[in-house]
């Protein structure tokens, strides 16, 4: 909510949260709080964290610029950051406790840090839910989220839990910090959730007396055509990617469904395109994407159809031929599950963190031999990596296989330039989600990188795996509500 009297200056925000550069303010209040308050550490509270240069400090100042407050937050481990961040060391000031001031929203490194929640940990010296230290404890959390962090958690004194809790924190259990009793506490992060509602969870319901289900092919990426080796696959691309970045859609049109025939371990044989422009050189521009990826792949375009004066639309229909498809709900427990992906390239322009391009500068060769290894490799089962990204279709593979779906975190095959979050929700151009018996070989495809990196268990929905072994749930059911593949067609 907006504070108009704040905004024109008629009233200044009693506190004002953002990131801190200079630190020895905050350090000294923690001192003040942890070592000669509290007694929980001897001379310094000072560790392995404030080292680490990753480590973001948000500081609460009052009108006179005076640090009244405190948080840090950062990756939980060393190396690579995963995603896994934890908050610490939330220190108020004795005379800023219980005070129930408004916080202004600041803007930190990548983003708003005054959002909707946070963390923190070892008390806050006795805040309240509507005080200083809960705003910190909220700004942290928006923070930590727009960094692209899927786990956040907190240790905290007991007598913060309650705060945490009102904030919106889980009790995971406790714990022990510098011998005496808190609480981990862990944020709710529902990006992955969020995505897998808002593109597959409406399309059970939608697809009744449509998908094919009681011939054993449940959400599969094409259809087999009956009394042939025939298989047919349809996309759409986004209108507003089609406005936006035609030579782009026009490519992705071709490259979706090659990889839709991919995952069913389908050769493809041609396309037909149907496309909508408001004018002939917006068209034309559109074109031109199709047909350099119909040249990249080697895939004849057999017809299509375009109209003209009209809002921007297109939609790729490809047939491919498969004697013996492979089924994306082929999985059973115990399975292992297989990331094999394209980490070449980076974001498209314009679409940062949701499409990453690792086809457009590839050779035909290359393209080739990615989306022939299905084929080659024959696994029990087989997804490619839609706009669900990774973690949703993975999603899927497990649903249609009556399955779910562990996820190991840091054995995910990634880029360097994109975040864990990032990365798990995005189409990555070219990834494949494959299920097969454990110890199975590694694929070989092209320049794409192939990595065991889960397996299927009873039960249904996503899980993430964490290094300290930490499950968290991310999918709780099904992703499409259009269920399992009869267990008589998967034998």
Same mark, same amino acid.
């Given at each position: 909510?907006?504070?108009?009297?704040?905004?024109?200056?008629?009233?200044?925000?009693?506190?004002?949260?953002?990131?801190?550069?200079?630190?020895?303010?905050?350090?000294?209040?923690?001192?003040?709080?942890?070592?000669?308050?509290?007694?929980?550490?001897?001379?310094?509270?000072?560790?392995?964290?404030?080292?680490?240069?990753?480590?973001?400090?948000?500081?609460?100042?009052?009108?006179?610029?005076?640090?009244?407050?405190?948080?840090?937050?950062?990756?939980?481990?060393?190396?690579?950051?995963?995603?896994?961040?934890?908050?610490?060391?939330?220190?108020?000031?004795?005379?800023?406790?219980?005070?129930?001031?408004?916080?202004?929203?600041?803007?930190?490194?990548?983003?708003?840090?005054?959002?909707?929640?946070?963390?923190?940990?070892?008390?806050?010296?006795?805040? $309240? !839910?509507?005080? @200083? /230290?809960?705003?910190?404890?909220?700004? =942290?959390?928006?923070?930590?989220?727009? #960094?692209? &962090? +899927?786990?956040?958690?907190?240790?905290?004194?007991?007598?913060?839990?309650?705060?945490?809790?009102?904030?919106?924190?889980?009790?995971?259990?406790?714990?022990?910090?510098?011998?005496?009793?808190?609480?981990?506490?862990?944020?709710?992060?529902?990006?992955?959730?969020?995505?897998?509602?808002?593109?597959?969870?409406?399309?059970?319901?939608?697809?009744?007396?449509?998908?094919?289900?009681?011939?054993?092919?449940?959400?599969?990426?094409?259809?087999?055509?009956?009394?042939?080796?025939?298989?047919?696959?349809?996309?759409?691309?986004?209108?507003?990617?089609?406005?936006?970045?035609?030579?782009?859609?026009?490519?992705?049109?071709?490259?979706?469904?090659?990889?839709?025939?991919?995952?069913? $371990? !389908?050769?493809? @044989? /041609?396309?037909?395109?149907?496309?909508? =422009?408001?004018?002939?050189?917006?068209? #034309?521009? &559109? +074109?031109?994407?199709?047909?350099?990826?119909?040249?990249?792949?080697?895939?004849?375009?057999?017809?299509?159809?375009?109209?003209?004066?009209?809002?921007?639309?297109?939609?790729?229909?490809?047939?491919?031929?498969?004697?013996?498809?492979?089924?994306?709900?082929?999985?059973?427990?115990?399975?292992?599950?297989?990331?094999?992906?394209?980490?070449?390239?980076?974001?498209?322009?314009?679409?940062?963190?949701?499409?990453?391009?690792?086809?457009?500068?590839?050779?035909?060769?290359?393209?080739?031999?990615?989306?022939?290894?299905?084929?080659?490799?024959?696994?029990?089962?087989?997804?490619?990596?839609?706009?669900?990204?990774?973690?949703?279709?993975?999603?899927?593979?497990?649903?249609?296989? $009556?399955?779910?779906? @562990?996820?190991?975190?840091?054995?995910?095959?990634?880029?360097?330039?994109?975040?864990?979050?990032?990365? +798990?929700?995005?189409?990555?151009?070219?990834?494949?989600?494959?299920?097969?018996?454990?110890?199975?070989?590694?694929?070989?495809?092209?320049?794409?990188?192939?990595?065991?990196?889960?397996?299927?268990?009873?039960?249904?929905?996503?899980?993430?795996?964490?290094?300290?072994?930490?499950?968290?749930?991310?999918?709780?059911?099904?992703?499409?509500?259009?269920?399992?593949?009869?267990?008589?067609?998967?034998?």
């Amino acid at each position: 909510m907006l504070d108009v009297p704040t905004l024109t200056g008629v009233r200044r925000p009693t506190v004002t949260i953002e990131r801190a550069d200079e630190l020895s303010a905050y350090r000294s209040l923690r001192r003040d709080v942890f070592v000669a308050e509290q007694g929980l550490f001897a001379g310094s509270d000072l560790d392995e964290r404030d080292e680490d240069p990753r480590t973001v400090v948000l500081v609460a100042r009052d009108r006179e610029g005076r640090v009244v407050g405190g948080v840090r937050l950062g990756p939980a481990t060393d190396g690579p950051d995963l995603g896994w961040w934890t908050g610490g060391r939330l220190a108020v000031a004795p005379a800023w406790r219980g005070v129930s001031g408004r916080a202004d929203r600041t803007v930190g490194e990548r983003g708003a840090v005054g959002g909707r929640g946070a963390g923190g940990e070892r008390g806050a010296g006795g805040v $309240g !839910a509507g005080g @200083v /230290g809960a705003a910190l404890v909220r700004a =942290a959390c928006a923070y930590a989220e727009n #960094a692209g &962090v +899927l786990r956040f958690d907190a240790t905290v004194q007991p007598r913060a839990a309650t705060m945490f809790r009102r904030l919106g924190w889980d009790t995971v259990g406790p714990v022990t910090v510098a011998g005496r009793p808190h609480v981990l506490m862990r944020w709710p992060i529902g990006r992955i959730a969020a995505l897998v509602a808002a593109t597959k969870s409406d399309l059970g319901a939608l697809l009744t007396g449509l998908a094919p289900g009681g011939a054993g092919w449940v959400g599969d990426d094409g259809a087999p055509v009956p009394g042939s080796d025939l298989i047919a696959a349809c996309d759409a691309i986004l209108p507003s990617m089609v406005e936006r970045d035609p030579e782009w859609a026009g490519w992705c049109g071709v490259l979706v469904n090659v990889n839709d025939l991919s995952a069913m $371990g !389908a050769a493809p @044989v /041609g396309l037909l395109d149907a496309l909508g =422009a408001r004018d002939a050189e917006h068209a #034309a521009r &559109v +074109l031109a994407g199709v047909k350099a990826a119909a040249a990249a792949y080697g895939v004849p375009i057999l017809g299509g159809h375009t109209q003209l004066g009209v809002p921007a639309a297109l939609a790729v229909t490809a047939l491919g031929s498969a004697p013996a498809p492979v089924r994306g709900g082929g999985g059973k427990p115990g399975h292992e599950v297989r990331l094999t992906v394209d980490l070449g390239g980076g974001w498209r322009p314009g679409h940062t963190g949701r499409q990453w391009d690792s086809t457009s500068f590839r050779a035909p060769a290359d393209l080739r031999a990615m989306s022939s290894f299905v084929a080659a490799y024959r696994p029990a089962a087989a997804k490619d990596v839609s706009m669900a990204g990774i973690a949703g279709t993975l999603g899927m593979l497990a649903e249609a296989s $009556g399955c779910r779906a @562990v996820l190991d975190v840091a054995a995910v095959p990634r880029p360097d330039g994109a975040t864990m979050s990032d990365w +798990l929700t995005c189409f990555p151009g070219f990834g494949m989600l494959t299920a097969t018996d454990a110890g199975t070989g590694a694929p070989t495809a092209g320049p794409a990188t192939s990595a065991v990196c889960g397996e299927l268990v009873e039960g249904s929905g996503v899980t993430l795996r964490w290094p300290d072994g930490e499950l968290t749930e991310v999918i709780a059911s099904g992703v499409t509500g259009l269920g399992a593949t009869p267990t008589e067609e998967k034998r």
